[in-house]
């Protein structure tokens, strides 16, 4: 069974700077999703970022970006020049791939990282 | 983009009722529907999956009895919880999987129940 662990539950941050969450999986599968989802106060879950497994780039969205190493099995997500609105819960997650590439099944989520971003 | 939406956002019952959750797709349909359980400051933790027209699969240790999932269509699921006891209380989200293009995991707003 797949596995995601985020061995942070807290981090914090100074507005403007740079914080990185970390995130290890574990999985017997090649080709697979792996997820970053934003949890704010309001509890909507919002998608930040998603990387397939085949795809050796590291994904982007603007100041979210992520560090992708398959062999290591790691997958931590980058927030640049932090911002009040950036502190919540952050959950990373992993998605199974079905032939054709699509998504499907569950996702399992790791434990989750509180982040605080400071003024 | 899609958009699930899931009523009631929050709802306090009597120990002993059942109350029903909703979670529609408004632009696209839902072919599988994931619905959660979260404690405070914790992770989702999977209840069940539902298909569209069959039965839900239940991950292990959560009570089919207590808790009935409906899917009866591309655009709504519900969840039901019958019987309800002050251990139930706690945060519900449903997570709806599109059914073609690039499919998305699209997660309903979520409902805050409170057993008294």
Sequence with gaps: AQTVTQSQPEMSVQEAETVTLSCTYDTSESDYYLFWYKQPPSRQMILVIRQEAYKQQNATENRFSVNFQKAAKSFSLKISDSQLGDAAMYFCAYGKVAAGGTSYGKLTFGQGTILTVHP | ?116
Aim: aromatic share 10%; glycine share 6%; hydrophobic share 35%.
């Design chain 2, 1 to 116: 983009g899609a958009v699930v939406s899931q009523h009631p956002s929050w709802v306090i019952c009597k120990s002993g009722t059942s109350v029903k959750i909703e979670c529609r797709s408004l632009d696209f349909q839902a072919t599988t529907m994931f619905w959660y359980r979260q404690f405070p400051k914790q992770s989702l933790m999977l209840m069940a999956t539902s298909n569209e027209g069959s039965k839900a699969t239940y991950e292990q240790g959560v009570e089919k009895d207590k808790f009935l999932i409906n899917h009866a269509s591309l655009t709504l699921s519900t969840l039901t919880v019958t019987s309800a006891h002050p251990e139930d209380s706690s945060f519900y989200i449903c997570s709806a999987l599109s059914g073609s293009g690039q499919r998305t995991y699209t997660f309903g707003s979520g409902t805050r129940l409170t057993v008294v």
